[in-house]
């Protein structure tokens, strides 16, 4: 989800009319909501859930996918989109 959120991100920083750097900053937050609000969303809803079963996966592995893969991904998206970069 952070990806395809990124992505989705990527296009609207693009439409708003955000430089490169604009639109990757904005692409990394979209693709970020979705696990900094699922831990509350999740605690809120099922206040008898293990918390160790939903922040696991958010700080396990979808954090740092989105550090290592994630921030180059949606970098390349954002000059892609603006038609900046090597051809």
Same mark, same amino acid.
């Given at each position: 989800?952070?990806?395809?959120?990124?992505?989705?991100?990527?296009?609207?920083? =693009?439409?708003?009319? #955000? *430089?490169?750097?604009?639109?990757?900053? &904005?692409?990394? #937050?979209?693709? *970020?909501?979705? %696990? /900094? !609000? !699922?831990?509350?969303?999740?605690?809120? !809803? /099922?206040?008898?859930?293990?918390?160790? #079963? %939903?922040? =696991?996966?958010?700080?396990? /592995?979808? &954090?740092? &996918?989105? @550090?290592?893969?994630? @921030?180059?991904?949606?970098?390349? @998206? !954002?000059?892609? #989109?603006?038609?900046?970069?090597?051809?």
């Amino acid at each position: 989800m952070p990806v395809l959120n990124g992505a989705v991100g990527a296009v609207a920083g =693009t439409l708003a009319g #955000l *430089s490169t750097g604009g639109t990757m900053v &904005f692409a990394v #937050l979209a693709a *970020s909501a979705s %696990y /900094i !609000a !699922a831990p509350a969303a999740v605690r809120i !809803a /099922i206040p008898e859930a293990n918390p160790t #079963l %939903y922040l =696991t996966p958010v700080l396990g /592995i979808t &954090f740092p &996918f989105n @550090l290592a893969v994630g @921030l180059p991904l949606y970098y390349e @998206l !954002a000059q892609l #989109l603006h038609g900046v970069g090597a051809p």
